[in-house]
């Protein structure tokens, strides 16, 4: 029998866009479902100083600050302060750990185009482009981005992990939150479920822990796009599940508690 080594810790954070938290349940989306039988799944309220779009919410979720600090305040992230506030997924990569940031179809997340990237460092970065701005291109993108973060989740296994879907929000923009929507969702899910059972394919896998995060970043109006205050819009998400994730510890009810999780799950990274 061989000696155990230490466990390696490994946290994959999933984003998935414009997602309403009324569209989830066991029948349409049974792997997010899933994460609150085995961690947690439940409403995130947007702060109210967050304007209820991608730009500010996927950089309070990705530094953990609000507005206040990361000064994004839509979708052009120019002007904003993440040097001070940097990204989790950059601050695992300083910490010299391998890292992976893989993005569908939105540009500022993962390159330097409209003020991004909001995720600076990543030892590892893919992005895949909407052929066409179509919404089948954006499904297209989301499966692309889907099968390469699979395979490097499972050939690599990086420590940490950003995965970002972006068609579901697409739809809900041009057609929106009717039956298109909720097929979208439903794609979203089972892409969630291909990650995961990337990371169970692991043939390393019983020696290490993978803490995995879904969220989205805000919901929509019934007629699609984005509001204000309303309660579809400014509800977003989160589901979480593994080591570090505690069923019974303090409910994840705020954006800026998402990076802090991610971190922390992945252990003492400083090695201090
Ligand atoms: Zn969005």
């Known amino acids: 029998m061989l000696p155990s080594g230490p466990t390696l810790r490994h946290v994959l954070v999933v984003g998935v866009d414009g997602v ?16 609150g039988r085995d961690g947690f799944l439940g409403p995130v309220a947007i702060e109210e100083t967050t304007p209820t779009w991608s730009g500010p919410c996927w950089a309070t979720i990705a530094t953990g600050h609000g507005v206040d600090r990361h000064g994004i305040t839509g979708n052009d992230l120019t002007g904003h302060r993440l040097a001070d506030h940097p990204d989790f997924v950059t601050l695992a990569t300083r910490a010299g750990l391998p890292t992976l940031v893989a993005v569908s179809g939105w540009p500022p997340l ?42 490097i989740l499972a050939e690599d296994g990086p420590r940490m992990s950003f995965v970002y879907l972006g ?54 109006l019934d007629r699609g796009g984005h509001g204000g205050r ?6 977003a998400w989160a589901a979480a599940a593994g080591p570090g994730i505690q069923p019974a510890g303090p409910p994840v009810t705020r954006q800026t508690q998402i990076a802090p999780l991610a971190l922390a799950a992945l252990g003492d990274i400083t090695g201090s």
Not at 20 to 35: A, C, K, Q
Not at 123 to 132: G, H, K, T
Not at 230 to 235: D, I, K, N, Q, S
């Open 110 to 151: 993962a390159l330097a185009e409209d003020g991004g990237p909001l995720f600076a460092e990543a030892v590892r970065r893919e992005f895949v482009a909407v052929a066409e701005k179509s919404l089948a291109g954006w499904d297209a993108a989301d499966e692309a981005v889907t099968g390469l973060a699979a395979s």
């Open 230 to 235: 309303e309660p579809e819009v400014a509800t």
């Open 167 to 220: 068609a579901v929000d697409a739809v809900g923009h041009v057609l929106g939150a009717g039956e298109a929507y909720r097929e979208a969702a439903r794609a979203a899910d089972q892409r969630v479920g291909r990650l995961t059972a990337a990371i169970r394919s692991r043939r390393s896998v019983a020696d290490e822990d993978w803490t995995i995060v879904v969220v989205t970043d805000h919901g929509h």
């Open 20 to 35: 309403r938290f009324d569209l989830l349940g066991p029948e349409l989306t049974p792997v997010i479902w899933g994460f």
